[in-house]
């Protein structure tokens, strides 16, 4: 088999309160999203949100559904996002093809039927980091590059959270239903990816963090802002937020990493942000 799925159940605030480190990472960290010649997805029951990765080599990999979808094929009621952090690929959604450079997006829309990933280049084989939720009505397939964008500049070096925010599948540059994908740089030197740290409880939200080298790392906080709770990620690793936690993150260097979210609404700023003075 080239697709593999877990499931991961809602969990509320008093229960994660009492949890060691293990159960933290067990539940809210997707630690194998990026093998080679396979499809990997973690199914969510936050938002119905699910985290996945294509890395097609010499093969392409089809986007198959997954027992618990219960539908004859994957976009059948759900929208999917597409960030591409490895080589140059293609997606074909339904005979169109979109090719796809490092860190260019593509929406596809509920209803296609056959979709595919490839890598141009095998040998530089492409990576494709997936968000997909579900959908309830069909908006068009669109592919946005980082000139597409919208981009925020946000933080400074004195307070080491400098970054750069690309917002790719939000509201205002793709239709979507309840998707939004983006992704942030952070400058060099700057370490912290969120500050103040914010919550929505409006919305999930998944991080999804790239560009570390081995040995580096970020420690990502969650929980509730009076019982925080960390945990460690590497590389190409995602941690899946609950609409009660807060989220922020610290690294050892510079990197970058993807947000997704699905919710009650498509307001990018509807967040509740909690300064590191009021946070325990």
């Not at 396979?38 to 949100?49: C, G, I, Q």
């Not at 981009?151 to 004195?158: A, I, K, P, T, Y």
């Not at 925080?228 to 690793?237: D, F, G, Y």
């Not at 937020?241 to 970058?256: K, N």
Request: one cysteine or more; hydrophobic letters at 40%; aromatic letters at 12%.
């Amino acid at each position: 088999m080239t697709t593999h799925y877990e499931v991961r159940y809602a969990l509320g605030k008093n229960e994660v309160k009492a949890m060691d480190t293990e159960q933290l990472r067990s539940a809210f960290l997707a630690e194998q999203l990026m093998v080679e010649g396979e499809v990997n997805w973690v199914y969510s029951h936050y938002e119905r949100f699910m985290v996945g990765g294509a890395v097609p080599g010499k093969t392409p990999l089809a986007l198959e559904a997954i027992d618990p979808l219960k539908a004859p094929f994957f976009l059948y009621r759900r929208e999917l996002g597409i960030i591409n952090v490895g080589g140059p690929g293609r997606v074909v959604a339904d005979g169109s093809a979109f090719e796809l450079d490092f860190k260019e997006a593509l929406y596809l829309g509920t209803g296609n039927e056959a979709v595919r990933f490839e890598s141009i280049d095998s040998q530089n084989p492409a990576r494709f980091y997936l968000n997909a939720a579900p959908a309830h009505a069909r908006y068009p397939n669109k592919k946005v590059g980082k000139s597409d964008a919208k981009v925020l500049h946000l933080g400074s070096s004195e307070t080491a959270n400098e970054r750069y925010i690309n917002q790719l599948l939000i509201n205002g540059v793709v239709e979507t239903c309840q998707l939004q994908m983006g992704l942030t740089e952070l400058v060099s030197g700057s370490v912290w990816n969120t500050m103040p740290a914010h919550q929505h409880d409006r919305r999930n939200e998944v991080y999804f963090y790239f560009g570390l080298p081995q040995g580096q790392g970020v420690c990502h906080f969650m929980g509730e802002p009076t019982e925080t709770r960390h945990i460690w990620v590497k590389n190409e690793q995602a941690v899946i937020s609950p609409p009660w936690s807060i989220h922020c993150g610290a690294g050892t260097q510079s990197y970058s990493f993807i947000w997704g979210m699905a919710g009650e609404n498509l307001n990018y700023d509807d967040m509740d942000k909690f300064p590191a003075d009021v946070l325990r």
